[in-house]
């Protein structure tokens, strides 16, 4: 991969990584026309991206679109117009509390704070759809069990999952994402690399390791998450935000959401790739095996980000379920 521009050298270029280039010229009609603004939640400013449908219908429930850890709006923009022309809904994405263009300020960027946050979405949208992916889909746990007249269903995308008892894949990775209980550790040492990387290397060793293939994204995607690095950076609040958040993601995975996933009363998708590094999909197998109502889709060759990487599948899959349910 060219370290400059994110994309492939001209020969070997993958099928997924022409998909990509298509979809980058004709994002328009692909991905939909989106608007952004705000929502004031228990004062603070929420930044949004909002798709309407070409042909709305009545009795659709908006879909409310929750990123994951590190995550903005930008994680949705493949999928967010699809969704809403196949469902005739309307689709909002939030930037939580201390991500993307959404500042905590005062506030901490904890997953309560941030269940908060969608609580008050959901005081101004009315019933909707969760759609979470990695701790966003925790998250979206969390609200469906503590609101769930106002959860008319949720889909969880390759979500923040408890380890299984036993399991020892990734552990690694877990024992560093530990390390965010430690923020006078943590924190110096994300800005650091941050700073040793510049926000194109940053971008581009996380696509390393969330997307099975990282040339298949967009070039026009991978620029504005260049952007917004680039912004974050110079944000002196960005990193405390990411530790508050890893910290108390790790403590909800570690307990309760080990009861909360018994609780969820609301039809559910889960939705997994074969190739996350992350979340690994035999975690995923795992909640399969105890909550067998539920509705399960395995994506092969796909990582962390589905809807960055098979988005198309991932708009159709959504909407089959969600049709389905009336």
């Not at 959901?122 to 969760?130: A, E, H, I, K, R």
Request: proline share 6%.
């Amino acid at each position: 991969m060219n370290p400059d521009t994110g994309v492939g050298a001209n020969t070997g270029k993958t099928e997924k990584a022409e998909n990509a280039e298509n979809r980058s010229t004709t994002g328009q009609s692909t991905t939909g026309q989106s608007t952004t603004g705000t929502l004031t939640i228990d004062g603070m400013t929420v930044f949004t991206e909002t798709w309407e449908p070409e042909k709305p219908q009545p009795q659709a429930f908006p879909l409310l679109l929750i990123h994951g850890l590190a995550g903005s709006t930008t994680t949705w923009t493949l999928v967010g117009g699809g969704l809403a022309n196949a469902l005739g809904a309307r689709v909002v994405a939030v930037d939580l509390a201390g991500f993307g263009k959404t500042i905590a300020s005062e506030r901490d960027a904890t997953l309560e704070t941030n269940k908060a946050l969608i609580l008050g979405a959901l005081d101004q949208l009315g019933p909707s759809v969760l759609v979470g992916t990695s701790m966003g889909g925790a998250l979206a746990v969390q609200v469906g069990v503590a609101r769930p007249s106002d959860v008319s269903a949720l889909i969880l995308v390759n979500p923040a999952l408890p380890r299984p008892s036993g399991n020892r894949e990734a552990i690694s990775r877990t024992v560093k994402f530990a390390l965010s209980l430690a923020p006078k550790f943590a924190e110096p040492v994300l800005e650091r690399r941050a700073q040793l990387l510049g926000a194109q290397r940053w971008v581009d060793s996380a696509l390393e390791v969330v997307m099975a293939d990282p040339e298949a994204l967009p070039h026009d995607v991978r620029s504005r998450l260049v952007e917004l690095a680039e912004a974050r950076a110079s944000d002196e609040g960005s990193f405390p935000a990411y530790v508050q958040a890893a910290g108390s993601l790790f403590k909800y995975l570690a307990g309760p959401m080990v009861d909360d996933i018994d609780f969820v009363r609301q039809p559910t998708l889960l939705i997994h790739g074969t190739q996350d590094r992350m979340v690994p999909v035999s975690w995923a197998r795992s909640i399969m095996s105890r909550r067998t109502d539920w509705t399960y889709r395995e994506y092969e060759d796909c990582g962390h980000i589905p809807s960055l990487e098979l988005p198309e599948r991932l708009v159709g899959d959504i909407a089959e379920f969600l049709q389905n349910l009336d």
